[in-house]
């Protein structure tokens, strides 16, 4: 799990929120690895960020995909920002 790097940010509608073994879960499922890690953020009373990292080998596109239709499918209002290209 070395030489991981952050590719998205998560933000989650007002009044939801993940917890961190759901999605750690929806996100090694959607980049089909375990080599994978996840943080949450939080500032001041602005709802929390959570941060998306992967390992050396990564499929964004699939990875991405996937990822918006579990959280679609667990009912998610949500953005998914890019953070490394």
């Not at 009044?15 to 089909?32: F, H, K, N, Y």
């Not at 953020?41 to 579990?70: I, N």
């Amino acid at each position: 799990m070395k030489n991981q790097r952050q590719v998205f940010v998560l933000h989650v509608g007002t009044g939801q929120s993940i917890g961190p073994d759901d999605l750690r879960v929806m996100w090694a499922t959607a980049c089909e690895s375990l080599d994978i890690r996840v943080n949450r953020k939080m500032v001041g009373a602005r709802p929390p960020s959570y941060g998306l990292w992967v390992g050396e080998r990564f499929d964004r596109k699939s990875a991405e995909a996937r990822m918006r239709s579990l959280l679609m499918a667990r009912g998610y209002r949500f953005t998914l920002t890019n953070t490394a290209f």
